[in-house]
């Protein structure tokens, strides 16, 4: 009887050593499978607000480089370039943790929307200010109204994702996501003022170079009220 049972007892033991040692060596089966359901909050977070610090950055340099403008030095477009290939690896970075985890802070789906939608802003700051040089547009303070605009809707958009993270302080969320629509719709005015004026001008080549650059520096204004929207509504559903 004691023979048996010391059988089945090393039994046992042989079958959980080998467990452990498969769990500990496991790249793909159960050990990452349970690694993958572990909470991640964090992770997402920090590269929510990496992807806001680079935008604020971005935003800063265009809306100093528009003040400072030098259509012969493109050092502002190549610093816009580096922005923006930034802003793409750590857009990566956040679908890769969105395919390796199960658990998130907030839908998978709103995950990638807001990713995409912050991505657009560093996408469009960075065309707009290709397409100044590219056209080689003269300068119009439309283009120094609207390069503030961006700078500060992207600082009203770092305010609510540092105030999103635990779902605590909703009502500085709210506010500066409400900031964000009030700086669109001042950006929308401000393009059909500008485009009046410059219609006004009667230089058929002029007004092709400019109003793309005004729609370009436009677009930046709506991705951003893009990105303010659907933090509302993650705010709505988890707050």
Same mark, same amino acid.
């Given at each position: 009887?004691?023979? %048996?049972?010391?059988?089945?007892? !090393?039994?046992?033991?042989?079958f !959980?050593?080998?467990?452990?040692?498969?769990?500990?060596?496991?790249?793909?089966?159960?050990?990452?499978?349970?690694?993958?359901?572990?909470p991640?909050? &964090?992770?997402?977070?920090? $590269?929510f607000?990496?992807?806001?610090?680079?935008?604020?950055?971005?935003?800063?340099?265009?809306?100093?480089?528009?003040?400072?403008?030098?259509?012969?030095?493109?050092?502002?477009?190549? &610093?816009? =370039? #580096?922005?923006?290939?930034?802003?793409d690896? $750590?857009?990566?970075?956040?679908f890769?943790?969105?395919?390796k985890?199960?658990? +998130?802070? !907030?839908?998978?789906?709103?995950?990638h929307? $807001? /990713?995409?939608?912050?991505?657009?802003?560093?996408?469009? *700051?960075?065309a =707009? +200010?290709?397409?100044?040089?590219?056209?080689?547009?003269?300068?119009?303070k439309?283009?120094?109204?609207? =390069?503030? $605009?961006?700078? %500060?809707?992207?600082?009203?958009?770092?305010? /609510?994702?540092?105030?999103l993270?635990?779902?605590?302080?909703m009502?500085?969320?709210?506010?500066?996501?409400?900031k964000?629509?009030s700086?669109?719709?001042? /950006?929308? #005015?401000?393009?059909?003022?500008?485009?009046?004026?410059?219609?006004?001008?009667n230089?058929?080549?002029?007004? *092709? &170079?400019? =109003?793309?650059?005004?729609?370009?520096?436009?677009?930046?204004?709506? &991705?951003?009220?893009?990105?303010?929207?659907?933090?509302?509504?993650?705010?709505? %559903?988890? /707050?």
């Amino acid at each position: 009887m004691l023979t %048996k049972l010391n059988v089945v007892f !090393f039994r046992v033991r042989s079958f !959980f050593k080998k467990f452990a040692q498969n769990y500990k060596n496991d790249t793909m089966g159960i050990g990452n499978i349970f690694h993958a359901f572990q909470p991640k909050d &964090k992770i997402f977070f920090v $590269l929510f607000e990496k992807v806001t610090e680079n935008l604020v950055a971005m935003s800063e340099e265009f809306n100093n480089g528009i003040k400072d403008f030098d259509l012969n030095d493109d050092t502002m477009l190549k &610093k816009m =370039s #580096d922005y923006e290939h930034k802003n793409d690896e $750590l857009t990566h970075e956040i679908f890769v943790e969105l395919g390796k985890n199960f658990i +998130t802070p !907030f839908d998978r789906e709103d995950i990638h929307t $807001l /990713a995409t939608g912050l991505d657009d802003i560093a996408d469009y *700051i960075y065309a =707009s +200010t290709k397409y100044i040089f590219l056209y080689k547009s003269p300068e119009m303070k439309a283009y120094s109204d609207f =390069s503030l $605009l961006i700078h %500060k809707a992207c600082l009203e958009i770092q305010i /609510a994702m540092k105030n999103l993270k635990g779902f605590k302080n909703m009502e500085q969320v709210k506010e500066a996501c409400i900031k964000v629509n009030s700086i669109e719709n001042i /950006a929308d #005015d401000l393009l059909s003022n500008s485009m009046v004026e410059l219609f006004e001008t009667n230089d058929a080549i002029n007004i *092709i &170079k400019v =109003s793309s650059v005004l729609n370009y520096l436009e677009v930046v204004t709506d &991705k951003a009220e893009d990105v303010a929207n659907t933090i509302e509504n993650i705010m709505i %559903k988890y /707050a």
